[in-house]
């Protein structure tokens, strides 16, 4: 198992697919591993150890699920430059997993199940990879969420869980002061004013209130992941996932410190203060692993969003070989095409 286990790694490590698509007539773009990185005003960001440029007016780049191609990583990104075409790393697990283009999507008319019968088909299971301290990854949250709602209401079922990721790994456990921070890591004061100012404008078509002035510090958010962890499987979960995004981007409390997150979260999911602190002291095993699986797998930008209806699914990763992801932002049309190409995969 072992042995397999490395095979596969190995193989999604040097998978890439290309991205070349326009969107509303303006082309993608996404880091390739850690040579290339998503500046604020993208929809996504990426790794904090990826050099990072000024922004650019561009939607989120879409990637999907694919098969291992021969090429590894490093030589990807460089046909890429030398190419003009823009690479982006697979999100997914496995060499079995099935390649889908943003054209296959945009082929299929939005809204369109396309399994005989969803309601009665197996569940779309939705994992969001995602950093509490990423604005893009709470524009996205609150983007699936109406989605969801969407399909809920035509009886279809999909289970969404949160996967965690850090933007900032080596952050000190109590954060940095956010003062300097993003002008210094993107390059430019105006370029952080600038994506400031979509995402309020994108935030509030949502009902989300973003309020960066109140942000004080750029955080480690590993204790929120751990907390979140915990609820893995369970329907609580997306609460509390929402009530520590809105408590960071909406109200500029400290996700570093362990009783603000007891507090916020316990209040979210009803728990007792008590119990969530229980959670927050439990060992790490979990929350570790996650990490770990989204690092093997390649997961190097957030939020990634990957749909999965197939049953034939690999225990440690969770996911099938009809498993297909899209990255970044992405908006409603986006989204929805990806759950029915989920559950077209799954039933192909």
Known sequence: MAGTRETTASAVRGAALDVGRAVDGVALGVAAGAEEAVGPGDEALVVADSPVGPGRDTPGPVGVVAQAP??????????????????????????RLVAASRNELRDRPVGTVVSTDATSAAPVRIDVWADIACPWCYLGSARLDEVLDERSAAGETIVVRHRPFELNPGMPPEGVPMAGFLEARFGSADAVTHAHARLTEMGGELGLAYDFAAVGKAPNTRLAHHVLQTYDGDARQHAAVRALYRAYFEQGLDVTDAATIVSVVAAATGEPVDAVQARLDSPTDAVDAAFALGREIGVSAVPTFVADAGTDVDPEAGLSAAAVAVQGAQPHEVLAQVIDEARRRATA
Do not use: D
């Not at 021969?70 to 999100?91: D, N, Y």
């Open 70 to 95: 021969s090429s590894s990583a490093a030589r990807s990104g460089a046909q890429a430059r030398s190419t003009g075409t823009r690479r982006i790393p697979c999100s997914g697990m496995g060499p």
